[in-house]
C-alpha cells in the first residue's frame, strides 16, 4: 500500500508542476517566445516528432552517450582496479586525476573539438572524460572494501588469481561499481551535451543552440525534456542491473 502511494506521489507532483507552470505563464503575461506553456510545447514536440528531426537529434546524442559510457566505464574500470592494488601506480597517477577533477570541462572542451575534430570522437572523449572520474573513484573503494578475511579464505582453497577476481572482488564491489555507473550515467548526458554545445550540426545540444539563437523557447524546453528521459532512462537501467545482479543482497537482507 505504501509503495503504491509513494509511486502515485510522483505521478501526483509532476501533474502539480505542470499545472503550476501553465497558470504562471498564463498570469505573469510573458510572451511565448520567453516563457511558453505546457501545450506550446507539446504541440512543438508533436511537431518535431511528426517532422522525425527529434528522433534523429536523440538518436545522435544517444550514441554519443553510449559510446561514451563504453569507453569511460572500461577505462575507469581497468584503471581503477589498477590502482586498487597498486599503491605505487596510485601515487604516480593521484596529481593527475586530480588535476584533471580540478579543470572544468567546459574550459577544455573547445581544445578538444579543435585536436579531435568536429565529429562524434570529440563528444565521445568529451563524454567519456566526465564519466571516468566517479566510475574510476568507485572501483578503487569496492575492491578496497572487499574484507581481508574472504581473501585468505580464497587463499587457503588455492584459488587462481582469475578466479580471486571473478568469484570474490567482482562480487564483493559490485554494488559500489554500480552506484558509480548509476552517476556516470547521468552525467554522460551531460557530457555530450556541452561537447554539442560547442560544435555539432546534429544531435539535441544543437537544438538546444538552434532553439535559443531563433527564440525558439519551445523547442528548447523539448531539447531539455528528452535529455531528462534519456537520463532517466539511463539511471533505470542501471537500477535493473542492480536489482538483477544483487539479488543476493535481499536474500540475506
Not at 562524434?120 to 578475511?149: D, E, H, M, Y
Not at 580464497?154 to 568469484?167: D, G, I, Y
Not at 545540444?205 to 528528452?226: C, E, P, R, Y
Request: net charge positive; glycine share 8%.
Amino acid at each position: 500500500m505504501k509503495k503504491s502511494i509513494s509511486r502515485w506521489l510522483g505521478i501526483f507532483s509532476v501533474i502539480l508542476g505542470i499545472f503550476a507552470w501553465e497558470f504562471f505563464a498564463r498570469a505573469s503575461g510573458l510572451p511565448r517566445f520567453i516563457l511558453p506553456s505546457p501545450m506550446d510545447v507539446w504541440k512543438r514536440l508533436i511537431e518535431s516528432l511528426a517532422d522525425g528531426s527529434l528522433l534523429y537529434h536523440t538518436g545522435v546524442t544517444l550514441l554519443e552517450v553510449l559510446l561514451g559510457l563504453l569507453v569511460g566505464v572500461t577505462l575507469a574500470t581497468v584503471l581503477g582496479y589498477g590502482i586498487a592494488k597498486s599503491r605505487s601506480l596510485e601515487k604516480i597517477l593521484e596529481p593527475y586525476l586530480v588535476a584533471s577533477q580540478a579543470i572544468p570541462i567546459i574550459a577544455i572542451a573547445p581544445l578538444l573539438v579543435i585536436w579531435l575534430g568536429h565529429g562524434i570522437v570529440s563528444k565521445v572523449v568529451i563524454c567519456a572524460l566526465i564519466v571516468f572520474f566517479p566510475v574510476l573513484v568507485n572501483t578503487v573503494l569496492g575492491i578496497r572494501a572487499v574484507p581481508p578475511a574472504l581473501y585468505d579464505m580464497m587463499n587457503s582453497l588455492r584459488a587462481s588469481r582469475r578466479q580471486v577476481m571473478f568469484k570474490l572482488e567482482v562480487p564483493a564491489s559490485l554494488p559500489v561499481l554500480l552506484g558509480g555507473l548509476r552517476i556516470g550515467a547521468t552525467l554522460s548526458v551531460i557530457g555530450a551535451i556541452v561537447g554539442e554545445l560547442v560544435d555539432a550540426k546534429a544531435g539535441l545540444g544543437f537544438l538546444l543552440k538552434v532553439g535559443d539563437f531563433q527564440f525558439d523557447t519551445s523547442m528548447v524546453f523539448v531539447a531539455v525534456i528528452m535529455l531528462v528521459v534519456l537520463a532517466l532512462s539511463l539511471y533505470g537501467f542501471v537500477t535493473l542491473l542492480e536489482k538483477r545482479f544483487l539479488k543476493w543482497q535481499q536474500t540475506t537482507s
